[in-house]
């Protein structure tokens, strides 16, 4: 066989890994994100630490992306000993700031904890949803490079036909983050007067998709890249699919209400899956037209990408379902409480519902993003979700015990945690007075294009010059981290620049 060959056959016909190993791997970046918040704390405000650019870049790659890329290469078969021992550090943490706390030192811990849940938050965003997409980013910017070398587990690579693998989730989960943070959530007037007007910037939207897609299957297809052609077909590419999501939502949401979009998702997804059971329709994805496996004619040629958009929509209207509840005014803690508790009840529920589907009617299927694809994405969506609202509300709690405490891409305290009323109304001007900015979760969560961009583009590039097939383990891992060192540090410094690329 040829390089490309080979290297085609190493990412195909895998069948997964469990439900359980991802979520626990999901869970992990969580509670990562937590303790670089107790580290930030315990550094800046008990340890007298200044704080750069640089340092904050340091602290912030070290503890979340290093981490990242150990569990999907290195570390990958030990991800509950890495939940556990990150666990115990957090806690450790957590102990030593409590021990050092500033405010209510004298003070017993519930009465501090009765304190605590009666205080207000305010922040420009909602962390967890940051968070959220910036690990759906990492995620899938470190497996497109590392899946091409031996020491990636080839079950968390994507499944042929059936099965859970880790890269299932990065694309299903990218959808649902986008949805989270679309204009019609952020900014319900967008969708107010003229449906004709709405709709007409909705298609002006999706240009530069258009372009980039194009762009992409020209350069594949020219320079004899490798690709899995049973993933999306001949032509069709993950930015096509976009564009037909981000194309059909609109016209959903001109006929049905906005909060009525979980209802749009259901349906689609049952409707779909009926078609698939009832009709020639699943034959059609597998074999094609004449019941060969034809790629001739452009149905054909592509028929995984163009079929599976459907349960792509799903998601994403379930996506924009949770931004709207996400995205209600909740001023205090006990809201926040209430949100992760709601969210992981939901979660648990479609986890439930995710295995007696399995049993009762077909198994989880990317290739056809059937209902148990569906149920999959947006539970473990939820489960990462409500993690990492669980993580904002422990740090903002350890934020409480430090007088002017304040962690990037966090919840701002609004009511001061000392009793003093002259302490009471110069903590909070002090703290908004710190640079907020110096932060890779914001820089990538904003800069989040120019992240996927330049992940493509660098994967590409080392594909081409590195032979992934026979690297051992340490260079592997070097390269990888080298990539996403590299990727990461231009998209902070144009953070920090402010430049961008804003299409949608």
């Not at 990037?408 to 609004?414: A, E, V």
């Not at 996927?452 to 390269?479: E, P, Q, R, Y």
Request: glycine residues 6%.
């Amino acid at each position: 066989m040829s390089e490309k060959q080979m290297k085609e056959a190493f990412v195909s016909n895998l069948n997964g890994t469990t439900v359980l190993e991802i979520t626990q791997g999901l869970c992990f970046p969580a509670f990562c994100i937590l303790c670089r918040g107790f580290l930030i704390i315990f550094s800046q405000y008990l340890c007298s630490f200044s704080h750069t650019w640089k340092t904050r870049f340091f602290i912030d790659f070290v503890v979340l992306i290093v981490p990242m890329v150990a569990t999907l290469t290195i570390w990958a078969s030990f991800i509950l000993l890495e939940l556990l021992g990150v666990i115990i550090f957090g806690a450790g943490l957590l102990y030593q700031i409590y021990r050092r706390r500033t405010c209510y030192a004298r003070l017993p811990f519930l009465k501090i904890l009765e304190k605590f849940l009666n205080i207000s938050l305010e922040s420009e965003c909602i962390p967890a949803i940051s968070c959220f997409r910036v690990i759906t980013s990492a995620f899938t910017a470190i497996a497109i490079l590392a899946v091409d070398f031996p020491l990636f587990p080839r079950r968390f690579a994507k499944t042929e036909l059936y099965g859970t693998g880790a890269m299932d989730f990065g694309v299903g989960g990218f959808v649902f983050g986008s949805a989270m943070v679309c204009l019609e959530v952020r900014r319900r007037k967008y969708m107010e007067g003229s449906k004709l007007r709405y709709f007409t910037n909705s298609l002006y939207s999706v240009w530069p998709l258009v372009f980039l897609g194009i762009g992409r299957l020209a350069i594949i297809k020219s320079i004899g890249y490798q690709e899995h052609l049973t993933e999306y077909g001949v032509h069709w590419n993950f930015f096509f699919t976009i564009i037909v999501v981000k194309l059909i939502t609109p016209l959903l949401l001109i006929i049905f209400p906005l909060n009525k979009s979980w209802i749009i998702a259901l349906s689609i997804t049952i409707l779909y899956q009926l078609a698939l059971d009832f009709t020639s329709l699943k034959r059609l994805i597998l074999y094609g037209t004449d019941g060969s496996g034809t790629r001739v004619g452009l149905l054909n040629a592509n028929r995984e990408g163009i079929i599976s958009t459907l349960g792509y929509v799903a998601i994403h209207m379930a996506g924009v379902q949770t931004g709207l509840y996400m995205h209600k005014n909740r001023s205090h803690i006990k809201d926040l409480i209430k949100v992760a508790c709601f969210l992981l009840l939901a979660a648990i529920s479609l986890f439930i519902s995710l295995y007696v589907v399995q049993v009762n009617v077909e198994a989880v299927s990317r290739r056809m993003a059937n209902l148990a694809f569906c149920i999959w994405i947006v539970a473990s969506s939820l489960i990462l979700l409500s993690s990492l609202l669980l993580g904002d509300i422990i740090l903002s709690f350890a934020k409480f015990l430090i007088n002017g405490a304040l962690v990037p891409c966090s919840w701002k305290l609004i009511q001061s945690p000392v009793t003093n009323k002259k302490h009471s109304e110069s903590l909070v001007p002090e703290a908004e007075r710190m640079e907020p900015s110096l932060c890779l979760i914001t820089a990538l969560n904003r800069k989040q294009l120019i992240f996927f961009l330049l992940s493509n583009i660098t994967t590409g590039l080392i594909n081409l010059m590195v032979d992934t097939l026979h690297s051992s383990t340490l260079w592997a891992l070097f390269v990888v981290n080298l990539y996403m060192f590299s990727n990461c540090l231009i998209v902070y410094v144009l953070y920090l620049q402010d430049k961008t690329i804003q299409f949608w």
